[in-house]
């Protein structure tokens, strides 16, 4: 689902060549990349060389034949001659590529019912080099690596069934954490195999329709997704005749066509950055995971928390405010709703408030939540429309006379904001935002050592967790994450 894309055609090599390359391998132990190209040479490759020999098929390599038809005649005959189909031989003849995946590590972790597996593997590329002599030549061009981890609790229904793709999978909890690991693992590891200049999507820009709009013939047949970004190129030659890239743009796709059944189809493509970008110009993938980190300092100072709802602080001093941070963990949602630069979004704050007083005090406010991001672009810079609600805790904990007291509050909360957004680069933004909290308290209690304590001098129930937060920080695209969060939507992605 995620390797696999549209622009590789992939093909499983024959049976007897895998037999061969297996037997080198079994027995090896540690192998490095240049000790498997070797082998692949002695295997694989003398296999392919042996087929291209044959004065048959170097006869018609040399006519080159010019139907199909042809080919498939051909491979038919031949194909008995070395016990293999007719598809079989073809891949042998065709072959340009030969990719290897492989895992370093795999371990499991268990502490009573949770359930953990650490994955950590890559990919090595391998380059068919067959010269006018049918001579075979394999070298080790590309190599990647990623790592994933999963996670399950036993006993929890949710984590007996996985999917994959558009299935659905009855498994045990020690099957969904290993699932879940290579499933993030996989997903970390396509993007890097998405960047490798060989590899890497690339297209022309076909007209340009309005300032900063432009179209472009890929589309779903070449698995791309709305909001997948893309470098624009200038090919030119210098003054010796050397061919030139040179980099003059940067954009996402805001349609993408479904050309799969219809070629002439063209989606388009909007800059965030660039100029005098002309019909013919190079568009070129810069892939990422679809989901994006954002870490931003908190300023806090129009709270009404009454100083005396925590134990031993002066009833006459008052919580006004306090910092903190917060980390946002989104997923754009654009290839599953068809809305681009929409995103799902997870906010974790934490804010150190300050408390006015001489004794061993200490106040801190917690906050998770979920909500909707919309982002609003005009060249580099956005508007950023967020929309969330969730959970606010309050504690606050005082250590007096070898005793250690503690007051909590839990309310529930709905958080609008906005944020100015610049793009600093195709990673990495600049934010500056504001935010509102409208709270409601749902539970209280007071504490003395772990244990639940009434306390008449600690009011409670005055506790307002009201607030606006100021914020700076940024945001960055990310290639990868440790872990499978969000993985559940990645099958609905249609856009």
Same mark, same amino acid.
């Given at each position: 689902?995620?390797?696999?894309?549209?622009?590789?055609?992939?093909?499983?090599?024959?049976?007897?060549?895998?037999?061969?390359?297996?037997?080198?391998?079994?027995?090896?132990?540690? *192998?490095?990349?240049?000790?498997?190209?070797?082998?692949?040479?002695?295997?694989?490759?003398?296999?392919?060389?042996?087929?291209?020999?044959?004065?048959?098929?170097?006869?018609?390599?040399r006519a080159g034949l010019e139907y199909e038809s042809d080919w498939?005649?051909?491979?038919?005959?031949?194909?008995?001659?070395?016990?293999?189909?007719?598809?079989?031989?073809?891949?042998? *003849?065709?072959?340009?590529?030969?990719?290897?995946?492989?895992?370093?590590?795999?371990?499991?972790?268990?502490?009573?019912?949770?359930?953990?597996?650490?994955?950590?593997?890559?990919? /090595?590329?391998?380059?068919?080099?067959?010269?006018?002599?049918?001579?075979?030549?394999?070298?080790?061009?590309?190599?990647?690596?990623? @790592?994933?981890? @999963?996670?399950?609790?036993?006993?929890?229904?949710?984590?007996?069934?996985?999917?994959?793709?558009?299935?659905?999978?009855?498994?045990?909890?020690?099957?969904?954490?290993?699932?879940?690991?290579?499933?993030?693992?996989?997903?970390?590891?396509?993007?890097?195999?998405?960047?490798?200049?060989?590899?890497?999507?690339?297209?022309?820009?076909?007209?340009?329709?309005?300032?900063?709009?432009?179209?472009?013939?890929?589309?779903?047949?070449?698995?791309?997704?709305?909001?997948?970004?893309?470098?624009?190129?200038?090919?030119?030659?210098?003054?010796?005749?050397?061919?030139?890239?040179?980099?003059?743009?940067?954009?996402?796709?805001?349609?993408?066509?479904?050309?799969?059944?219809?070629?002439?189809?063209?989606?388009?493509?909007?800059?965030?950055?660039?100029?005098?970008?002309?019909?013919?110009?190079?568009?070129?993938?810069?892939?990422?995971? @679809?989901?994006?980190?954002?870490?931003?300092?908190? /300023?806090?100072?129009? *709270?009404?928390i009454p100083a005396s709802a925590i134990y031993g602080v002066s009833?006459?001093?008052?919580? !006004?405010?306090?910092?903190?941070?917060?980390?946002?963990?989104?997923?754009?949602?654009?290839?599953?709703? @068809?809305?681009?630069?929409?995103?799902?979004?997870? !906010?974790?704050?934490?804010?150190?408030?300050?408390?006015?007083?001489?004794?061993?005090?200490?106040?801190?406010? &917690?906050?998770?939540?979920?909500?909707?991001?919309?982002?609003?672009?005009?060249?580099?810079?956005?508007?950023?429309?967020?929309?969330?609600?969730?959970?606010?805790?309050?504690?606050?904990?005082?250590?007096?006379?070898?005793?250690?007291?503690?007051?909590?509050? *839990?309310?529930?909360?709905?958080?609008?904001?906005?944020?100015?957004?610049?793009?600093?680069?195709?990673?990495?933004?600049?934010?500056?935002?504001?935010?509102?909290?409208?709270?409601?308290?749902?539970?209280?209690?007071?504490?003395?050592?772990?244990?639940?304590?009434? &306390?008449?001098?600690?009011?409670?129930?005055?506790?307002?967790?009201?607030?606006?937060?100021?914020?700076?920080?940024?945001?960055?695209?990310?290639?990868?994450?440790?872990?499978?969060?969000?993985?559940?939507?990645?099958?609905?992605?249609?856009?």
């Amino acid at each position: 689902e995620y390797i696999e894309v549209p622009r590789f055609d992939f093909n499983q090599l024959t049976d007897k060549s895998l037999q061969q390359f297996w037997r080198q391998v079994r027995g090896q132990g540690v *192998m490095s990349a240049r000790s498997l190209e070797q082998i692949l040479q002695q295997t694989v490759g003398q296999e392919i060389a042996r087929i291209l020999k044959d004065p048959d098929i170097q006869q018609a390599r040399r006519a080159g034949l010019e139907y199909e038809s042809d080919w498939l005649r051909l491979a038919r005959i031949k194909g008995k001659d070395y016990g293999l189909t007719e598809e079989q031989l073809i891949i042998l *003849m065709n072959s340009a590529y030969l990719y290897l995946p492989y895992l370093s590590k795999m371990e499991r972790t268990q502490e009573k019912d949770d359930i953990s597996y650490e994955i950590e593997g890559g990919f /090595y590329w391998f380059q068919v080099n067959i010269s006018a002599q049918d001579e075979v030549d394999i070298q080790l061009v590309e190599s990647g690596s990623r @790592g994933g981890i @999963g996670s399950a609790v036993v006993g929890v229904k949710s984590y007996q069934k996985f999917s994959l793709g558009n299935r659905d999978y009855v498994v045990s909890e020690n099957q969904y954490a290993v699932y879940d690991a290579m499933q993030t693992w996989v997903k970390n590891l396509s993007v890097v195999m998405k960047g490798i200049p060989n590899f890497c999507l690339s297209a022309q820009v076909v007209q340009k329709l309005s300032a900063n709009t432009y179209s472009s013939n890929l589309g779903r047949r070449e698995g791309v997704h709305l909001d997948d970004a893309f470098f624009i190129n200038e090919i030119f030659e210098d003054s010796k005749g050397n061919q030139k890239t040179k980099r003059v743009g940067y954009g996402r796709l805001i349609k993408n066509v479904d050309n799969t059944r219809h070629p002439e189809r063209l989606s388009e493509l909007k800059l965030f950055y660039g100029s005098r970008i002309m019909p013919g110009a190079v568009l070129q993938e810069n892939p990422r995971l @679809g989901m994006e980190i954002a870490a931003n300092l908190v /300023y806090i100072e129009d *709270m009404d928390i009454p100083a005396s709802a925590i134990y031993g602080v002066s009833p006459y001093h008052k919580i !006004r405010g306090g910092v903190g941070l917060n980390v946002d963990l989104s997923y754009n949602l654009a290839p599953v709703i @068809g809305i681009t630069q929409t995103y799902l979004e997870t !906010r974790i704050n934490w804010i150190s408030l300050a408390v006015n007083n001489s004794l061993d005090v200490s106040a801190d406010l &917690y906050s998770v939540s979920l909500g909707l991001h919309k982002k609003l672009w005009l060249g580099r810079l956005a508007l950023g429309l967020q929309a969330a609600a969730g959970i606010d805790l309050f504690g606050g904990e005082a250590e007096q006379n070898d005793k250690t007291y503690t007051s909590s509050v *839990m309310a529930l909360g709905a958080k609008p904001g906005a944020r100015a957004i610049f793009l600093l680069s195709p990673s990495l933004q600049l934010t500056a935002g504001i935010s509102r909290h409208y709270t409601f308290n749902i539970s209280s209690g007071f504490y003395v050592d772990g244990e639940e304590f009434y &306390y008449s001098g600690c009011d409670l129930a005055k506790v307002n967790l009201d607030r606006t937060h100021l914020e700076l920080g940024f945001n960055w695209i990310i290639k990868s994450f440790p872990i499978n969060f969000y993985g559940w939507l990645d099958p609905l992605k249609k856009y």
